[in-house]
């Protein structure tokens, strides 16, 4: 049980580490000249090495985006605490539950994230691809998700 609930953890730390990186990092969208995340678009000219930020006709879109990735951060993270926090304080039929509710809204936060991402922005651009932020991001998606059905497993089986 101990090495089950280290694995547990570690998958926990790895989704929340995806969430970070994913949320924060320059890298949702990427061209030969641009780099974009969820938090500024910025066009790099590689001649003179400047690099200038672009307005975005979907902000409110952005703002969504962004919401619901630092919430999948939060969640994710208060998951963590409260997982600790439980394996010493509940007892046996109880302990997992409100981990994997936590868990479960990360998943749906960064579910929502990455999904108006991908039907709001750069449908109609040829010249660019996802970039690692936004892979990271459906990849922190699934060990979340996997992360709060294994709490709600356990729930049952220790119960």
């Given at each position: ?82 997982f ?9 039929g ?14 749906l ?41 294994t ?9």
């Open positions: 049980m101990l090495i089950l609930l280290a694995a547990i953890f570690a998958i926990h730390i790895i989704g929340i580490i995806l969430l970070l990186v994913a949320t924060i990092d320059n890298g949702w969208w990427l061209s030969d000249n641009m780099a974009t995340d969820v938090w500024v678009n910025l066009m790099s000219n590689q001649n003179d090495a400047t690099r200038t930020c672009l307005e975005s006709n979907t902000a409110y879109y952005l703002q969504a985006v962004q919401a619901s990735a630092v919430l999948a951060c939060i969640f994710s993270i208060l998951g963590i605490f409260v600790v926090a439980q394996l010493f304080t509940l007892s046996k109880k302990r997992f539950t409100i981990s994997g509710i936590f868990q479960a809204l990360a998943c936060c960064i579910m929502i994230a990455a999904s108006i991402y991908t039907d709001r922005f750069h449908l109609d651009e040829k010249n660019g691809w996802y970039g690692h932020c936004y892979i990271l991001a459906w990849i922190s998606f699934a060990l979340t998700f996997i992360s709060s059905i709490y709600f497993v356990l729930r049952k089986k220790t119960g």
